[in-house]
C-alpha cells in the first residue's frame, strides 16, 4: 500500500481529473461538440492521446511482464506493430473518413456496403465494449484496493463516479485532453525509471552482459528478429504476416475509438499530422515499459511472475513522488481505457443504431441527449456487471481473444472496400461471416493446428486471407455497385491530386 | 481571421491554459516531494522531474495566457 | 501450413532484411504522394518545410530502421 506523499499524489490526480473533465463542459454545445471534439483539436493532443489510449495499465503491466519472460521482440508489437499501419491510416483511409463528414466505422461500412454489414459491425463492437467496461472497472477497484487500501465497491464507484462524470460533461474533448496529461506523466515517470534502473544496473553494455550469461533461456533476449520455430509467441512470421498486414492494420484503421480521435482534428493535415506524430511517440512506447521489464531481470533476477515485473522496479527504484506519479499513470491509463470505450460506445450507439432505426432527423440537441444519456447508462451496465470478473479471473483474456477475432474479416472488408470497386454488399457480408466463424474454429481447435503457444497472431492472418477470398469471389458472382453509389468511398488516384470536397 | 476561427483558437487556448495548470501543479507536488527522499540521486531525479513538469505546465499556461489576450483584443 | 513451416529455412539474417526492405518500400511510397495531398487543408500561404508529412513519415521510417538494424 502507498503511505504519504505518494497517496497524496494519486488522489490529487483523481481530484483533479475531475475538476478537468468538468471545466470541458463549457465546450459542449452541439452532438458534433460530444462525439467529434467540434473538430478542433490540434493534431498534438490527437497524436498523445492516441498512443496513450492503447497503453492501458493492464497493457503497461503485461509487456513488462513479457519482456522479462521473452525480451525485446515484444518491441515488435509497439515498432513494426505501429508505424507502418499509422501511416497507411494517415495518408489512405482517416483522409476518406474525414472528407467524408463520418462519425463512426460502421458508418463508413453502411455506405459502401450495406446497412446490415454496418449493423453487424456496430452491435458487435457495443456489445464487447458494454463487457469490456465491467472488467476494466473490477481491475481499477483492484488497483485502488491494493495501492490505496480502499474496499472493493468503493473502488467501483469511485472510478465510475469520476470517470462518468467528466465522460458525461465533457465528451471526447475531455477524454483526449485528459490523455494529454496522463501521456506527459507517463513519460516523465517512466523516463525517471529508465534513467535510475539503467543506473542501478551500471549500465545497459553491463546489463547485455549480465543477462547473456544468466543461462540458455536468456539467449535470444536481445533478437528482435525471433525464428520460425520459437517457443514465445513472437516467431518473425506472426510478427510480419499476423501483426504488420493485419492486425496492426485492423487496430489503427478499424477501431473506432482511434478513427475517432482522427476525426476531431481542426482540419484534414493536422488529422493525417496526429497520426504520424503519434507514430513518433510510440516509438519511444517500449523504452518505458520494456526496458523496465529487462532491467527487472537482472535487478529482481527469478520472479515466478513476470507480471509483477514493473510494480516491484517501481516501488524499488523510483523516489517517493515519483512512485505516486507513476501508479497516478497507471491508474490514468485505467481511466483512459474506460473513457475511450463510454465515448465510443454511445457515438457506435447513437449514429449506427439510433438515429438510423429509433428515430430519424430528430434535431441536433436531441442526439446530444441520447449520447449523454447512453454514457450514463453505460456506465451503470458496468458497475453491475464487475463482480463478474472476480467470478471468471479470465473473462479479460477472454473478450481480448473475442475481440482478436474480428480483426482480420473486418480490415478485410475495409481494404478490399476502399481499394476495389467491384466489391459488392454480398462479398462484404459474406467475408464479415465467414471470416469471424472460420476465426472461432481455428481458435477451438488451435492444439490441432498450431505448435506455438498462443497463435493469435496466425489466428488473425488467416482469417484475414480468408475473408479476402472470400470477399473477392462472392463480389465477382454477385451485381456490382454503379458508380454513383460509390462516389466518394473508393480510392482514386484523383483523391491525390484533385482538391474538392469527395 | 473570421469569428468562428477566433473562438476556436480561443477554446484551445482555454483549454491549454488548464492542462498547463494540472501538470505545473504536479510539478510542484513532485518537487515538495524532494524533502522526503533519502540519497542524492533520488533527491535529484525528483528535482528534475518537478521543474521539467512546472517548466511544460508553466509554458502551456504563459503561451496560453498570451494568445488568449491577443484574441481578446481582436474580437473587441 | 498455418505454422508457415514452409519458411523456416529463411535465416534470421534474411528476416530482419525482409523488414527493412519493408521500411525502404514504404518510404518510397510516402515519397511518391503528390506534395499538394501532405499539405491538404493548410492555406498555400501558410505551408513551410516543416508541415511537410512526407518529411515526418521518413524521420520515423528512418528511426524505426535504425532500430531493427541495431537488434
Not at chain 1, 210 to 239: C, L, V
Not at chain 1, 255 to 274: D, F, G, M, P
Not at chain 1, 341 to 362: C, Q
Not at chain 1, 486 to 495: C, R
Request: proline share 3%; aromatic share 14%.
Amino acid at each position: 500500500m502507498l503511505a504519504g506523499i505518494d497517496y497524496f499524489i494519486v488522489i490529487a490526480y483523481i481530484i483533479g481529473m475531475l475538476l478537468l473533465g468538468l471545466y470541458f463542459k463549457k465546450f459542449v454545445n452541439s452532438s458534433e461538440d460530444y462525439f467529434l471534439g467540434g473538430k478542433s483539436l490540434p493534431f498534438w493532443a490527437i497524436g498523445m492521446s492516441i498512443v496513450v489510449s492503447d497503453i492501458g495499465a493492464l497493457d503497461f503491466v503485461g509487456v513488462s511482464g513479457q519482456a522479462y519472460r521473452y525480451g525485446i521482440s515484444v518491441g515488435n508489437f509497439d515498432w513494426v506493430g505501429s508505424v507502418p499501419a499509422m501511416l497507411l491510416a494517415a495518408f489512405i483511409f482517416i483522409p476518406y473518413f474525414w472528407r467524408g463528414g463520418m462519425y463512426t466505422i460502421p458508418e463508413y461500412l453502411g455506405r459502401r456496403y450495406n446497412q446490415k454489414v454496418r449493423t453487424i459491425a456496430s452491435v458487435t463492437w457495443i456489445l464487447f465494449f458494454a463487457l469490456d467496461l465491467g472488467v476494466l472497472f473490477w481491475a481499477s477497484a483492484v488497483l485502488l484496493n491494493v495501492l490505496m487500501g480502499w474496499p472493493i465497491w468503493i473502488s467501483i464507484v469511485a472510478t465510475a463516479g469520476v470517470v462518468g462524470l467528466y465522460t458525461y460533461f465533457g465528451g471526447i474533448t475531455a477524454v483526449i485532453m485528459t490523455d494529454v496529461v496522463q501521456f506527459i506523466i507517463m513519460f516523465i515517470g517512466g523516463f525517471a525509471l529508465v534513467f535510475l534502473s539503467l543506473y542501478e544496473v551500471g549500465g545497459w553494455d553491463n546489463m547485455v552482459d549480465k543477462i547473456a550469461t544468466m543461462g540458455p533461456e536468456y539467449r535470444n533476449h536481445f533478437d528482435i528478429i525471433q525464428p520460425q520455430d520459437t517457443k514465445s509467441p513472437f516467431p518473425w512470421t506472426g510478427i510480419l504476416f499476423g501483426l504488420t498486414f493485419v492486425m496492426a492494420n485492423a487496430y489503427m484503421i478499424g477501431n473506432q475509438s482511434i478513427v475517432q480521435r482522427c476525426l476531431t482534428a481542426k482540419n484534414e493535415w493536422h488529422a493525417k499530422a496526429s497520426m504520424i506524430f503519434g507514430s513518433a511517440l510510440k516509438m519511444f512506447i517500449p523504452i518505458l515499459v520494456l526496458f523496465p521489464g529487462l532491467m527487472a531481470v537482472v535487478v529482481h533476477p527469478g520472479l515466478e511472475d513476470g507480471d509483477q515485473a514493473l510494480p516491484m522496479m517501481i516501488k524499488s527504484i523510483l523516489p517517493p513522488g515519483l512512485v505516486g506519479l507513476m501508479f497516478a499513470a497507471f491508474f490514468a491509463g485505467l481511466m483512459s481505457s474506460v473513457d475511450s470505450l463510454l465515448n465510443s460506445t454511445a457515438t457506435l450507439f447513437t449514429k449506427d443504431i439510433y438515429e438510423p432505426f429509433i428515430k430519424k432527423g430528430a434535431d441536433d440537441k436531441h442526439y446530444l441527449k441520447v449520447g449523454q444519456i447512453t454514457t450514463l447508462v453505460l456506465l451503470l451496465i458496468g458497475v453491475a456487471t464487475s463482480p463478474i470478473s472476480s467470478d471468471f479471473p479470465g473473462i479479460y483474456v477472454a473478450i481480448q481473444t473475442f475481440m482478436s477475432y474480428f480483426q482480420g474479416p473486418i480490415f478485410a472488408i475495409l481494404l478490399l472496400g476502399i481499394f476495389w470497386k467491384r466489391t459488392t454488399e454480398w462479398g462484404g457480408l459474406s467475408a464479415l461471416v465467414i471470416g469471424i466463424g472460420f476465426a472461432i474454429y481455428l481458435n477451438v481447435f488451435k492444439e490441432q493446428f498450431f505448435t506455438i503457444e498462443d497463435p493469435f497472431l496466425y489466428i488473425s492472418w488467416w482469417s484475414f486471407l480468408l475473408g479476402f477470398i472470400i470477399n473477392v469471389v462472392v463480389s465477382l458472382l454477385t451485381k456490382k455497385h454503379t458508380e454513383e453509389q460509390l462516389k466518394g468511398l473508393v480510392f482514386s488516384s484523383k483523391i491525390l491530386v484533385e482538391n474538392k470536397k469527395l | 481571421m473570421e469569428t468562428n476561427e477566433i473562438n476556436a483558437a480561443l477554446k484551445a487556448a482555454q483549454i491549454n491554459n488548464a492542462l498547463g495548470f494540472f501538470i505545473m501543479a504536479f510539478g510542484v507536488i513532485v518537487l515538495f516531494a524532494m524533502i522526503f527522499t533519502e540519497t542524492f540521486v533520488e533527491h535529484m531525479t525528483d528535482m528534475v522531474a518537478g521543474l521539467i513538469l512546472i517548466s511544460i505546465g508553466g509554458g502551456m499556461m504563459w503561451k496560453a495566457k498570451s494568445t488568449i489576450k491577443k484574441l481578446k483584443s481582436k474580437k473587441e | 501450413m498455418f505454422n508457415f513451416d514452409w519458411l523456416s529455412g529463411v535465416s534470421q539474417e534474411t528476416a530482419k532484411m525482409i523488414f527493412l526492405s519493408l521500411y525502404a518500400l514504404i518510404g518510397l511510397l510516402v515519397l511518391l504522394l503528390p506534395t499538394e495531398y501532405v499539405y491538404q487543408g493548410i492555406a498555400k500561404e501558410d505551408r513551410h518545410w516543416w508541415n511537410n508529412l512526407k518529411l515526418w513519415s521518413i524521420a520515423v521510417l528512418c528511426i524505426l530502421a535504425s532500430i531493427y538494424n541495431h537488434f
